[in-house]
T-cell receptor, first 111, second 114 residues
Framework: KQEVTQIPAALSVPEGENLVLNCSFT??????LQWFRQDPGKGLTSLLL?????REQTSGRLNASLDKSSGRSTLYIAASQPGDSATYLC??????????FGTGTKLQVIP | GAVVSQHPSRVICKSGTSVKIECRSL??????MFWYRQFPKKSLMLMAT?????????EQGVEKDKFLINHASLTLSTLTVTSAHPEDSSFYIC??????????FGEGSWLTVV
């Protein structure tokens, strides 16, 4: 059974700092890995999707990497802004199209 | 734009009543959809697999008589929370696969039972 873990559970950084969020998964037989953002009381916003054959994806100030063999993914946020404050979830897509979500990292960017 | 639409995004209902949440695939057909629920400090957990034209498959520990799932068409799955209780208050989200293993999620629904 896939288990997805995110460390740290919470992170507080000053504005402008670059930061890395970590995601690890136990079963490397995944089709893809996705990073989401969830604002308090809101739904999920998909940020980046990495297919299993890819090593990284970039969108603006966000860069996500995937190392299937080690069961790790990172989300790099450059020049953080207060508007980046949210909970970030990673999720793996495996067999039978089921998705396993990580426990999330709650990010606070302090102005 | 969104390819999976979920409605309502937010709903408040009284204890003992039932509430229905809809999940629609907007420009593709989905024979299978999935329903997830968010638990505090446990992220999102799969509740059930919704199968078009047949019964849903529920994950262990999910009460099928309480969380009724109907996948009546290739573009619509509904989750009905019956006899709602305050502990059913949560964030519910659906997903649908398109083009194989590309999974699209709805916007999610926040349910508050008072």
């Amino acid at each position: 059974k896939q288990e997805v873990t995110q460390i740290p559970a919470a992170l507080s950084v000053p504005e402008g700092e670059n930061l890395v969020l970590n995601c690890s998964f136990t079963d490397s037989a995944i089709y893809n890995l996705q990073w989401f953002r969830q604002d308090p009381g809101k739904g999920l916003t998909s940020l980046l999707l990495i297919q299993s054959s890819q090593r990284e994806q970039t969108s603006g100030r966000l860069n996500a990497s995937l190392d299937k063999s080690s069961g790790r993914s990172t989300l790099y946020i450059a020049a953080s802004q207060p508007g980046d404050s949210a909970t970030y979830l990673c999720a793996t897509s495996g067999g039978y199209q089921k998705v396993t979500f990580g426990t999330g990292t709650k990010l606070q960017v302090i102005p | 734009g969104a390819v999976v639409s979920q409605h309502p995004s937010r709903v408040i209902c009284k204890s003992g009543t039932s509430v229905k949440i809809e999940c629609r695939s907007l420009d593709f057909q989905a024979t299978t959809m999935f329903w997830y629920r968010q638990f505090p400090k446990k992220s999102l957990m799969l509740m059930a697999t919704s199968n078009e034209g047949s019964k849903a498959t529920y994950e262990q520990g999910v009460e099928k008589d309480k969380f009724l799932i109907n996948h009546a068409s290739l573009t619509l799955s509904t989750l009905t929370v019956t006899s709602a209780h305050p502990e059913d208050s949560s964030f519910y989200i659906c997903s649908a696969p398109r083009d194989g293993n590309t999974i699209y999620f709805g916007e999610g629904s926040w349910l508050t039972v008072v």
